[in-house]
Each structure stands twice: as structure tokens, then as C-alpha cells.
């Protein structure tokens, strides 16, 4: 199985090995981003839904949240996001790969900051737009 592969540093790229893959919507990609960037991190369902579809009521936007999950899950080979009780987390394992956390993973020696320096390709989603 190839490795989900999230470059969020420069442009966003999400790759399965030699695919690119297309995420069904913007809303997707920023969830899919947000979660990404923070791994380990657990978001409640409310947060995201506040973040996302503020314009939205809480139960519509928690109908959105569910919907773009379950595209997020068709779209991607595999799934790092897991739900716990109310809440979302980012848990990439073997399976997923974010550049974002392979940076800050670097130590400061010459050789991890050349490897930090090859991960760099822009500034952070540089010309992703939500709306």
C-alpha cells in the first residue's frame, strides 16, 4: 500500500504514491489541512464545525462535518483521521506522511537541517483559499 503523502508547506500537494489525488471539495481540503498540519491534536466536532461552517447552524454544520468526512474517506486510500467520541484527530502512523511534521521533526544538526531545507517549498498552503 503506498503512503498518503500531505506537502503543506508551499502549495498543498496530496499524493498515494505516483497519484495525485483530488480532494472532492475546498471545504475537504481545509479540514483535511488543518488536521494534517497539527497531528495529534484533538479538535472537537464543534471547533471544526465553528471554523468551517460558521455561517451555519450547529446541527447543519455538523451534517457538513459528517458529509465531508465521509468524502474525505472515499477520496483518500487511506484514513489517518480517527474519531473519538466528539472529537477528530490527525493520527498519520506508517500510513500517512505530512511534510509539516517531517520539518519539525528535524534536529539541528547540518545534515537534518539540509533534509528540513529539501522539505521547504513555500510558505505554509501557499494559494489555498477557503472561500
Known amino acids: 500500500m503506498a503512503v498518503l503523502s500531505v506537502r503543506l508547506l508551499g502549495p498543498p500537494h496530496?499524493?498515494?504514491?505516483?497519484?495525485e489525488l483530488r480532494l472532492p471539495s475546498v471545504k475537504a481540503q481545509a479540514l483535511l489541512?488543518?488536521?494534517?498540519?497539527?497531528?495529534?491534536?484533538?479538535?472537537?466536532r464543534s471547533h471544526l464545525v465553528a471554523l468551517l461552517w460558521e455561517e451555519s447552524a450547529e446541527a447543519e454544520g455538523r451534517n457538513s462535518l459528517s458529509t465531508v468526512l465521509t468524502r474525505l474517506r472515499?477520496?483518500?486510500?487511506?484514513?489517518?483521521?480517527?474519531?473519538?467520541?466528539?472529537?477528530?484527530?490527525?493520527?498519520?502512523?506508517?500510513?500517512?506522511?505530512?511534510d509539516t511534521d517531517a520539518f519539525a521533526a528535524t534536529g539541528a544538526t547540518l545534515a537534518a537541517l539540509s533534509e528540513a531545507a529539501a522539505l521547504w517549498r513555500g510558505s505554509f498552503l501557499d494559494g489555498f483559499h477557503r472561500r
Do not use: C, K, M, N
Not at 33 to 44: C, E, G, K, M, V
Open 74 to 98: 472515499h477520496a483518500l486510500p487511506v484514513f489517518p483521521v480517527a474519531a473519538e467520541g466528539d472529537t477528530l484527530v490527525w493520527r498519520p502512523g506508517d500510513a500517512a506522511w505530512v
Open 33 to 44: 489541512y488543518y488536521l494534517a498540519a497539527q497531528p495529534h491534536r484533538t479538535f472537537s
Open 14 to 19: 496530496i499524493r498515494s504514491g505516483d497519484t
